[in-house]
């Protein structure tokens, strides 16, 4: 059973599609002990980070995420508040992931926020096994992960080269949505399906 964590943040109609078409048993829930129990964890997340990580904190699951042992996959806001700090809301992240969320400068030709298809280079990993580099997905956002040890793809923004995903030990997650980016992004929620 796959848990996809409510916390009042998440796209998770599309991310329930994305898991009805590819046949898996899920279920929405912001019980701790449902999240225990869960074989996988999804944490997706649209909005604001210091928003979704008061959600997290106000229903005790801040404490619970960084310490489960299942695979945990963070989507859009979701990899921001693995983090260790966001620009968005000057806040302290879970620090999962041991880099920092930065702000998009305003340049010709990058426009911000950072939306539509772009295209996903640097792969390294289970996640994305049977891909190439230069596939491409789908992106809504104006904050972004800097690269770090732990980042497992990237991808281009104008001047900026970003953390479009990251993993550390069981924990995964994507900038982009991959229940929004086609056969690529099923691609990626079967790999992590399979881990």
């Known amino acids: 059973m ?6 009042g943040m998440g796209n998770l109609r599309s991310v329930e599609n994305a898991l009805h078409r590819l046949g898996a048993e899920y279920c929405l829930t912001r019980s701790p002990e449902e999240i225990r129990r869960a074989d ?16 997290l904190r106000e229903s005790g699951l801040a404490e619970l995420i960084p ?3 299942r695979p ?4 859009c806001v979701g990899l921001q508040v693995l983090c260790r700090h966001s620009e968005e809301g000057d806040c302290e992240g ?19 926020p950072h939306m539509g298809w772009n295209s996903i280079g640097n792969l390294d990993g289970k996640l994305f096994r049977g891909m190439k580099g230069g596939s491409f997905v ?9 690269l770090c040890p732990d980042t497992i793809a990237t991808t281009r923004h104008g001047d ?10 069981n924990f995964y ?23």
């Open 2 to 7: 796959i848990a996809i964590i409510d916390y």
């Open 160 to 169: 900026c080269l970003f953390s479009a995903a990251l993993k550390y030990e």
């Open 72 to 75: 945990v996959l963070g989507i």
């Open 94 to 112: 879970l620090g999962v992931f041991d880099t920092f969320v930065r702000r998009f400068a305003d340049s010709p030709g990058a426009k911000v």
């Open 40 to 55: 996988r964890v999804l944490l997706p997340g649209v909005g604001h980070a210091a928003k979704a990580l008061a959600n």
């Open 138 to 146: 789908y992106y809504v956002h104006s904050f972004y992960p800097a």
């Open 67 to 69: 310490n489960l042992r």
């Open 173 to 195: 997650a994507t900038q982009f949505h991959p229940e929004k980016s086609g056969e690529v992004g099923e691609q990626i929620l079967q790999n992590f399906l399979t881990l």
